[in-house]
């Protein structure tokens, strides 16, 4: 059974630049859930994806937008990247999970990102 | 307001000490989830243990174990017989039922000293 993927592993990028970040969810799962974590701080939630509709959003701004695919794989897309934006930015799949139940999350190896 | 409390910013013990990682969880609902991660230096984030808030037996598995108690709405985890490859920051993360958002607290870095 393959795990939660992510890719780039590491990405410089400069202020004001884009950035989209790709997540592979396990094998069987239909939710993608996307975290920052920045350094010395506890994950923040950024947003949940469950079958192609987001599901429920964290305190972002509308630069920070996602995408989920037929295959359940996810993308982050960050715009007009701040030096705060630096970070690493978890993804964390789950099995089927509906609307109302909660379901453990599994989480890829992340993707830093550092912002000049 | 939801709040969670890790009071423990480091703890340090010496190899096969057992060893407590306290959560204090503040909320006006009476269902939730609670989980605990571990961080290793790789950054990965690894699934330990999950409990939900209406059960307040007492659980162990392996080396891990943790305590409720809904009076005090404090989780605690605790490692049995600590190896230096616990050496990693634990996080608890409490979830709610609708939308599956995870809260982490700030964590707790443990270092086991052989």
């Known amino acids: 059974e393959t795990g939660v993927t992510q890719s780039p592993t590491h990405l410089i990028k400069t202020r004001g630049q884009q950035v989209t970040l790709r997540c592979s969810s396990q094998s069987g799962h239909n939710t993608v859930s996307w975290y920052q974590q920045a350094l010395g701080q506890g994950p923040q939630f950024i947003f949940q994806?469950?079958?192609?509709?987001?599901?429920g959003r964290g305190n972002f701004p509308p630069r920070f937008s996602g995408l989920q695919f037929p295959n359940y794989s996810s993308e982050l897309n960050v715009n007009a990247l701040e030096l705060d934006d630096s970070a690493l930015y978890l993804c964390?799949?789950?099995?089927?999970?509906?609307?109302?139940?909660?379901?453990?999350?599994?989480f890829g190896p992340g993707t830093r990102l550092l912002v000049l | 307001a939801q709040k969670v409390t890790q009071a423990q910013t480091e703890i340090s013990v010496v190899e096969k000490e057992d060893v407590t990682l306290d959560c204090v969880y503040e909320t006006r609902d009476t269902t939730y989830y609670l989980f605990w991660y571990k961080q290793p230096p790789s950054g990965e984030l690894v699934f330990l243990i999950r409990r939900n808030s209406f059960d307040e037996q007492n659980e162990i598995s392996g080396r891990y174990s943790w305590n409720f108690q809904k009076s005090t709405s404090s989780f605690n985890f605790t490692i049995t017989a600590s190896q230096v490859v616990d050496s990693a920051v634990y996080f608890c993360?409490?979830?709610?039922?609708?939308?599956?958002?995870?809260?982490f607290g700030q964590g707790t870095e443990l270092s086991v000293k052989p």
């Open positions: 993360a409490p979830c709610h039922n609708q939308g599956g958002k995870l809260i």
């Open positions: 994806y469950y079958r192609e509709e987001e599901n």
């Open positions: 964390a799949s789950s099995p089927e999970t509906g609307r109302s139940r909660v379901e453990t999350q599994y």
